[in-house]
């Protein structure tokens, strides 16, 4: 994309949304949350969240893409799993069934990256119950594709958890736990399918469930987007591999270790940094190039100016 068009929305993103004549409203690190009677109104900020802070800046046209690519996958998955997608009335906005979610996110990781790479370095081979084999690098492509749950908290850094564990503490019963994991790994292959016919290697993700009001299980929150997953480039995957180098990849770590370039992890008595507006730009820029890498379709983003007007008066229409 023209990064000109990307500069000129620097002053027109949507850092937040108070629609009080909508219906009482949740703030997350990313999305503005619309409890509105059996539905919810997901609006997709253009916020952006590294080391569990959300950061000063906003992204142009993050919002936008999150969405996109959000339902792009909705609609690929929704063969295997109920999802809680009503309507899309507008490129930043979901109107969702509101679900009674499970407290746990299960992380399914078909590659030995991130936190789990971290893991494995340390010495560690047992990773929520799974056992890892010896012998692997970072970036390794596991056996099989695994999954590693983590417990959802409401403030700092999710944790790990086994299976056993989930139901020893009574969080999900087994019958729950078996089902809900079988609908991620089946999730997760056809990921890694949809990616592999662009090029792609679907690294890691996470997904979330929750309970209609008909007690049926949903998928819901987001699926296989630049801020749940990790992906590769297919085509240099092997050979960076062979040289033990730093995979290309389209995900939101190189945000991560820009932060870490600044001096910031998000530990104690470490100052936030700012972005400064050419890595907005840049930021906005990888996050477009994923939309399009993923989905096969070009991005053509709505420019309006006042985005925030135009987002009330949408979901306004949609809920008349």
């Not at 056809?190 to 890691?204: F, K, S």
């Not at 987001?222 to 995979?247: C, G, M, N, V, W």
Request: charged share 25%; proline share 4%.
């Amino acid at each position: 994309m023209n990064k000109r068009l990307i500069e000129n929305q620097l002053d027109a993103t949507v850092e937040a949304t108070h629609f009080d004549s909508i219906g009482s409203r949740y703030g997350g690190k990313v999305r503005d949350t619309y409890s509105v009677g059996d539905r919810l109104v997901l609006v997709t900020s253009d916020r952006i969240s590294a080391f569990d802070h959300i950061l000063r800046q906003t992204i142009p046209f993050k919002g936008q893409v999150l969405n996109g690519v959000a339902h792009y996958f909705f609609d690929q998955t929704k063969d295997i799993v109920q999802n809680h997608v009503l309507a899309v009335p507008d490129p930043n906005v979901t109107i969702a069934r509101k679900c009674t979610s499970f407290p746990v996110e299960f992380v399914v990781r078909g590659y030995l990256a991130g936190h789990a790479w971290r893991t494995y370095r340390s010495g560690g081979r047992v990773l929520c119950g799974k056992e890892l084999p010896d012998g692997l690098q970072q970036n390794s492509k596991l056996p099989t594709p695994i999954l590693t749950p983590a417990t959802k908290a409401e403030e700092g850094h999710d944790e790990d958890i086994s299976k056993e564990d989930i139901i020893r503490r009574g969080i999900l019963t087994a019958s729950q736990f078996n089902q809900l994991e079988a609908y991620s790994l089946a999730l997760f292959q056809r990921g890694t399918e949809c990616a592999a016919r662009q090029g792609l290697i679907l690294v890691d993700t996470k997904y979330e469930f929750g309970l209609d009001s008909a007690g049926v299980i949903t998928l819901i929150d987001e699926i296989h987007t630049p801020d749940s997953s990790r992906y590769f480039y297919a085509d240099t995957y092997e050979d960076l591999l062979s040289k033990d180098e730093p995979q290309r990849q389209l995900s939101k770590e190189f945000v991560r270790e820009w932060l870490m370039d600044h001096g910031f992890q998000g530990l104690d008595n470490q100052v936030l940094p700012d972005l400064d507006d050419s890595f907005r730009i840049e930021v906005a820029a990888r996050y477009i190039e994923l939309f399009e890498q993923i989905t096969g379709q070009s991005f053509a983003p709505d420019t309006h100016k006042d985005p925030i007007g135009r987002i009330k008066s949408a979901v306004e229409r949609a809920l008349r």
